[in-house]
Structure formats: C-alpha cells, structure tokens
C-alpha cells in the first residue's frame, strides 16, 4: 500500500511539471536615450505597456502551459518567435521573420466584429448624464471581461439573470480550459519615442505616459491610462477604444464602433462612423466629423475654447452648468429637446450656413470658454437645455 501511494504521489508531481509550466519565450534589454526610437510591430496578441525602472527598455514574453502536454510546448512556442535589434538608435521589436502570421485581414473582422456586435445592441437615442466616474467604472469593467461571452451577458441580459448566469458560466468553463497563456511586456523609459503598428491586437498602456508616440491599430483594442504629449499620432480603425486620460497630440478614428474617455485635453480628433463618449472636455479640444455619434458629458470649469466640425453626425450635449458661450452655425440640422422631447429644424432647405443657435455669456461673471458647433446634416440632442430656461 505504501509502495502504491508513493508511486501515485511521484505521478501526481510529473503530471504537475508536464501540465503547468512557465516557459520565457524572450528577454532582452537595449540601453537607450533621450534620442532613441522604438520601433514596434505586432502582427495579432496582447502587449502590455509599463513603465522602465531605468533607462533602458526591456522585452519580457513567457508562456505559461497550463493544461498542455510538453509535446506540445514546442509547436506553440514556435509559433510565437519574436526579434528585437538596436542599430543607429533604433530599437526594432517584431514578429520574427521566419513566423508566419497567426491572422489574416478576414480572422481580424471576424474576431474583432464579437466587439462591435456587443456594443451596437443598445439604443443610444436617449441618453443620460455620464458623470466621469461612471466612465472610468466602465472602462475598469470592460478591461475586466475575460472573454466576448462575459460582455455579451452583461450587456444583453442585464435584466434576464438566468441568461445572464448561463452565458457566464460558460465564460468561466472557457477560461478554465484554456491550454496556455501568454504574457508579453514591453518596459518603457521616459524619454524614448515610439512608433506602433499592430493588427488584431490588445495594446495596453497601463501606466501614465508622457513619450511621444505614434500608433496605429485595426481590428484591435486599445486600453490607455494616461498619454500626455502635444505630438501624438494615434490611428484606431475599426476597433474599441478605452481611455482614462488623452492629453495633446491628434487621435484619428475610423468605424472605432465604442470609445470611452474619462478626460480629454488640448486634442485635435478626426472622425468617421464612429461612436465616441467623453467623460469631461477639458481645455482647448477640437472634433472634424463625418458620420459619427458623439456624446459631450461635462465640461472643465476652465474649458477655454472646443470647436465641432461635422457632417451627418448625432450630438448628445449635455449644456455646461458654467458661464460659458454657445455658438451653432450650419444648415439641415435638427435640435432635438430630449426632456420634452421637442424637436426644431433648423434652416431645412438652405445650403448656405447661417447661425442656427447663439448663447453669450455673462460679462460680468468669469467666463469659462466658447463652444462652437459647425454642423450640417447633423442631429443636436440637448439635455438641460439651458437656452429655454
């Protein structure tokens, strides 16, 4: 008996070894400069962005084998080769050249498209007041989801508990039959600037950021923390978008079917068919539009100046509660009183903009800024309308 437990017991602890393991695919370190670029392609997978302890970036990618047999460690690790080289300042982190690429452009919709299904099944018509701490609870939600099924229950079957639970027990059966993990973090010093472009991918910045960057994303994710530079470049085609905090530089934004951003400063957007939610406005920002929905929360008490240049766009404008200016200049718009569910239209046949809405403010009070609106085509949902009070 004791012969047959020990020999049990020695089983148990090989099967251990062989089914959970956690194997480092690459690490390396560059020493950089003020002057060094990262260049970064990541073809599918999830990067982790952090914050270098020192001046020098480091790569650290493992795979941690939960469930999978050690022959089959190899094929998997095989599949994941990635290359990092420094040369002329320069420091080159990609796909390594003999690896095939996991995705093709039709795997990207048919994954990333799960994302848009969840997001357009609710009716966004009617709106209410998002304060920015119910943004950032959204986004600390979403980056929760382990899988499409945990999103789809909570979005779908809020009010349908037995659905709900069913969805979600699946969710977690699917988690914990998962083979392997892989864990892929890029450590990144203050100074560097980087330059991004990733397909089918889940970038996240997760700590606060002031390098400058350019990006580009399709059929991805994107979570930021906080990215604070005048000179950014971000491109996020067809793709979700999450961030705490935006400061400076330029986001451009094609079919992103769902952004949150808590906080948005001194950026310049350009956008099309997409549906953009923003916690508050703070100084200085500017949106060129075609096609998009828009949803203006609050506004910084010191706001200063945000300019709307759309076409075809639908507008939920919650009025600041400040002493602030409102001017609207355009034609074929409608201006939708949502509480009253009243409805204007302004200057239907002209094709000539002309000053369609036009609030002062008050001289005698501190002025927290100017909001124009150019707007043709366009639908303006007002909440707390305060040009009727």
């Given at each position: 008996?004791?012969?047959?437990?020990?020999?049990?017991?020695?089983?148990?602890?090989?099967?251990q070894?062989?089914l959970?393991?956690?194997?480092?695919?690459?690490?390396?370190?560059?020493?950089?400069?003020?002057?060094?670029?990262?260049?970064?392609?990541?073809?599918?997978?999830?990067?982790?962005?952090v914050?270098?302890?020192?001046?020098?970036?480091?790569?650290?990618?493992?795979?941690n084998?939960?469930?999978?047999?050690?022959?089959?460690?190899?094929?998997?690790?095989?599949?994941?080769?990635i290359?990092?080289?420094?040369?002329?300042?320069?420091v080159?982190?990609?796909?390594?050249?003999?690896?095939?690429?996991?995705?093709?452009?039709?795997?990207?919709?048919?994954?990333?498209?799960?994302?848009?299904?969840?997001y357009?099944?609710?009716?966004?018509?009617?709106?209410?007041?998002?304060?920015?701490?119910?943004?950032?609870?959204?986004?600390?939600?979403?980056?929760?989801?382990?899988?499409?099924?945990?999103?789809?229950?909570?979005?779908?079957?809020?009010?349908?508990l037995?659905?709900?639970?069913?969805?979600?027990?699946?969710?977690?059966?699917?988690?914990?039959?998962?083979?392997?993990?892989?864990?892929?973090?890029?450590?990144?010093?203050?100074?560097i600037?980087?330059?991004?472009?990733?397909?089918?991918?889940?970038?996240?910045?997760?700590?606060?950021?002031?390098?400058?960057?350019?990006?580009?994303l399709?059929?991805?994710?994107?979570?930021?923390?906080?990215?604070?530079?005048?000179?950014?470049?971000?491109?996020?085609?067809n793709?979700?978008?999450?961030?705490?905090?935006?400061?400076?530089?330029?986001?451009?934004?094609?079919?992103?079917?769902?952004?949150?951003?808590?906080?948005?400063n001194?950026?310049?957007?350009?956008?099309?068919?997409?549906?953009?939610?923003?916690?508050e406005?703070?100084?200085?920002?500017?949106?060129?539009?075609?096609?998009?929905?828009?949803?203006?929360?609050?506004?910084?008490?010191?706001?200063?100046?945000?300019?709307?240049?759309?076409?075809?766009?639908?507008?939920?404008?919650?009025?600041?509660?400040?002493?602030?200016?409102?001017?609207?200049?355009?034609?074929n718009?409608?201006?939708?009183?949502?509480?009253?569910?009243?409805?204007?239209?302004?200057?239907?046949?002209?094709?000539?903009?002309?000053?369609?809405?036009?609030?002062?403010?008050n001289?005698?009070e501190?002025?927290?800024?100017?909001?124009?609106?150019?707007?043709?085509?366009?639908?303006?949902?007002?909440?707390?309308d305060?040009?009727?009070?």
């Amino acid at each position: 008996m004791k012969n047959q437990f020990r020999l049990l017991l020695v089983l148990l602890i090989t099967m251990q070894a062989v089914l959970g393991q956690n194997v480092d695919v690459f690490t390396k370190s560059f020493k950089t400069d003020k002057n060094t670029t990262a260049y970064i392609e990541i073809p599918d997978g999830s990067v982790k962005f952090v914050s270098s302890p020192d001046d020098s970036i480091h790569i650290d990618y493992n795979i941690n084998f939960i469930k999978l047999p050690k022959k089959e460690h190899q094929r998997i690790l095989d599949s994941v080769r990635i290359e990092a080289t420094q040369e002329n300042n320069i420091v080159s982190i990609k796909k390594h050249p003999n690896i095939k690429q996991s995705l093709n452009t039709s795997n990207y919709v048919s994954i990333f498209s799960l994302d848009r299904l969840i997001y357009e099944t609710k009716d966004t018509t009617t709106a209410f007041k998002k304060l920015k701490a119910d943004i950032s609870k959204e986004i600390t939600e979403i980056k929760s989801y382990k899988s499409y099924h945990e999103a789809r229950a909570k979005i779908m079957y809020a009010n349908d508990l037995k659905r709900k639970e069913r969805l979600l027990k699946k969710a977690v059966k699917w988690q914990n039959n998962r083979n392997f993990k892989r864990n892929f973090i890029i450590k990144i010093p203050k100074h560097i600037s980087l330059e991004i472009i990733a397909k089918g991918s889940l970038l996240d910045f997760h700590d606060e950021f002031d390098n400058q960057l350019s990006l580009r994303l399709d059929y991805g994710r994107l979570y930021i923390n906080k990215i604070e530079n005048s000179k950014n470049e971000l491109k996020v085609h067809n793709s979700l978008l999450i961030a705490r905090k935006i400061s400076g530089g330029r986001l451009e934004t094609d079919r992103v079917f769902k952004a949150l951003i808590t906080e948005l400063n001194s950026v310049e957007i350009e956008s099309e068919f997409s549906k953009i939610e923003i916690g508050e406005l703070g100084s200085n920002n500017k949106i060129t539009d075609f096609n998009s929905e828009y949803f203006f929360y609050n506004w910084a008490k010191d706001f200063q100046r945000f300019d709307l240049f759309s076409d075809y766009s639908k507008i939920h404008f919650f009025y600041p509660n400040l002493n602030h200016g409102f001017e609207v200049i355009g034609y074929n718009t409608r201006n939708v009183l949502v509480n009253d569910n009243f409805e204007v239209t302004m200057q239907p046949k002209s094709k000539e903009r002309n000053r369609l809405i036009s609030k002062p403010l008050n001289p005698k009070e501190k002025s927290s800024g100017l909001i124009f609106f150019d707007i043709v085509n366009g639908i303006i949902y007002s909440h707390n309308d305060s040009i009727k009070k």
